[in-house]
T-cell receptor
Framework: GEDVEQSLFLSVREGDSSVINCTYT??????LYWYKQEPGAGLQLLTY?????DMKQDQRLTVLLNKKDKHLSLRIADTQTGDSAIYFC???????????FGKGTTLSVSS | IAGITQAPTSQILAAGRRMTLRCTQD?????MYWYRQDLGLGLRLIHY???????GKGEVPDGYSVSRANTDDFPLTLASAVPSQTSVYFC???????????FGPGTRLTVL
């Protein structure tokens, strides 16, 4: 069945770049998403990428997709303490189906 | 525009009691979802509805039921709560070609 895997923790210093990685198993995935969850809050969509794209950039965020290896990454440039949160990778395999989420990566940013 | 609202924000419930978690969206999205979030397990889909009048089972549906009488509301009912249903519950809705899901703020439920 479909599965999405992420590392559980990442710790970086303020000002450094953060790279959060994700692998997925379903090669028919159409869209892949990154969500951010701050403490005590719901999930907030950060960005998404369509499966025919290799890269998407949005201000400090860069998403890279390697469809051959089924690998997705989220790079946050100039990481700030406000970026501390849990980041979820998710895939949508087919139109009209629910998203499949990874277990989330906790990003800790120290000053 | 509120987006998605959930009620209550938190609840402590005795085992065996019936409980309905409310979810309302004002974006006129066709699809709605209920997830539970547990430490170390991420988000797991409980039930979903692709459009008003239809519902479907997700990954962990046992002990839960849903209804979708109209587009805006998607309540989740625990008929007889058990301690293993202690969790944070998120409602979400989606629309459009990207199927981007928008989440409510969550309900923290504790079953004693």
């Amino acid at each position: 069945g479909e599965d999405v895997e992420q590392s559980l923790f990442l710790s970086v210093r303020e000002g450094d770049s953060s790279v959060i990685n994700c692998t997925y198993t379903d090669s028919s995935s159409t869209y892949l998403y990154w969500y951010k969850q701050e403490p005590g809050a719901g999930l907030q969509l950060l960005t998404y990428i369509f499966s025919n794209m290799d890269m998407k950039q949005d201000q400090r965020l860069t998403v890279l997709l390697n469809k051959k290896d089924k690998h997705l990454s989220l790079r946050i440039a100039d990481t700030q303490t406000g970026d501390s949160a849990i980041y979820f990778c998710a895939e949508r395999a087919q139109a009209g189906t629910a998203l499949i989420f990874g277990k989330g990566t906790t990003l800790s940013v120290s000053s | 525009i509120a987006g998605i609202t959930q009620a209550p924000t938190s609840q402590i419930l005795a085992a065996g009691r019936r409980m309905t978690l409310r979810c309302t969206q004002d974006m006129r999205h066709n699809a709605m979802y209920w997830y539970r979030q547990d430490l170390g397990l991420g988000l797991r889909l409980i039930h979903y509805s692709n459009t008003a009048g239809t519902t479907g089972k997700g990954e962990v549906p046992d002990g839960y039921s849903v209804s979708r009488a109209n587009t805006d509301d998607f309540p989740l009912t625990l008929a007889s709560a058990v301690p293993s249903q202690t969790s944070v519950y998120f409602c979400a809705s989606s629309e459009g070609p990207t199927d981007t899901q928008y989440f409510g703020p969550g309900t923290r439920l504790t079953v004693l």
